[in-house]
């Protein structure tokens, strides 16, 4: 079985490439052209020929023109995974075929089978609560004038399996800074679409979550750099089975508090209930952090199961405290993490 081992430049994801550039390149690479074809673009981003094959081959979904504008003009602000052997990009192929997405059905393939009857454009976002002046807001004006961020993080999914993946997106704290919460904010509440004729996994009578699915994050939390509200990923827009048009990213957390294809946004003085919490309190807490110390009730989380694998190639990696991501810890200081879970 290859090992695939990058240097830790090459675990860098792309400059956004213009789809034309993107597609140009695709077909020199097919016609054996590889490295050459990437320098004749001239766009300084010298992709290793595995790398260029992890690349998305298959067409962005429609892309709104002023998303397509923006997403042309991306910069890149790469958190490198702090591994360079182990945490190489997960290919799009599994990043975007093997997902949680309930509303389209509990298994890993549903999603990208049927995620892509959702409307995602136009869409539009209710921010109320605590803040300066509840309103809609149409995508594009939430995402305003920011400028989009490719950022490269891990993901850990509390069923102890894990990804690496280039998100675009804005910074939430960038979004709350121009929405003016108020004092009395304290707990920020999202709420996916529901809509069951969309979205076939919440017209399902056997179905667990009680819709809309619901996250929430510590007003604190949700304005730490980390936290992203994203609208893309491998320098594309976001695939619907991903959580387009609008999914949070907390990179820090199990990726149940992702929440996807998010269409409200609450400032609020108490914390939300939130979906995986009222449905097994002792097995999902609100605060979700990874934490290899505190096992799930069901099975360990010391270790996760990096993708791609296979049975040759296993890929059980130790999981670490906040995903890696040690820089959060202060927002904890004083926290039983064992009590708040
Ligand atoms: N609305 C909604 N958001 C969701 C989920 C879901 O079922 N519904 N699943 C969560 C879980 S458990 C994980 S691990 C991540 C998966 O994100 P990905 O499919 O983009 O990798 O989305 C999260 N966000
Ligand atoms: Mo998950």
Known sequence: ML???????????????????????????????????????????????????????????????????????????????????????????????????????SDKDDPARLAGRLKTD???????????????FALEDLIGADQLQERIYRLRCVEAWSMVIPWIGIPLASLLGRLQPLASARYVGFQTLQDPAQMPGQASSTGLIDWPYREGLRLDEAMHPLTLLVVGNYGRVLPNQNGAPLRLIVPWKYGFKSIKSIVRISLLEQ?????????????????????????HPRWSQATERRLP????????????????????ASLYSGMDLRRWY
Not at 67 to 88: G, H, I, M, Q
Not at 271 to 280: D, E, K
């Open 309 to 328: 694998n296979s049975l040759f190639h296993p890929n059980i990696i130790d999981t670490r405290m906040f995903n890696g991501y040690d820089e959060v």
């Open 271 to 295: 914390p939300p209930a939130t979906s995986w919490n009222r449905l097994a309190a002792d097995e999902y807490g609100f605060y979700a952090n990874v934490n290899p110390k505190v096992d």
């Open 3 to 105: 090992i695939r081992v990058r240097r830790a430049s090459q675990a860098r994801e792309s400059e956004v490439t213009p789809e034309t550039v993107y597609r140009q390149r695709r077909q020199l690479m097919r016609a054996g052209l590889g490295l050459a074809g990437a320098s004749l673009a001239g766009f300084g981003w010298l992709p290793a020929s595995s790398q260029a094959a992890e690349w998305p081959d298959v067409p962005p979904g429609p892309t709104p023109p002023w998303l397509l504008a923006k997403l042309a003009t991306t910069r890149r602000k790469t958190v490198v995974p702090a591994d360079p052997v182990r945490d190489v990009v997960t290919p799009f192929g599994d990043a975007s075929q093997y997902n949680n997405f309930y509303e389209f059905g």
């Open 122 to 136: 136009p869409w539009s976002i209710r921010v109320d609560g605590a803040v300066h002046q509840s309103r809609t």
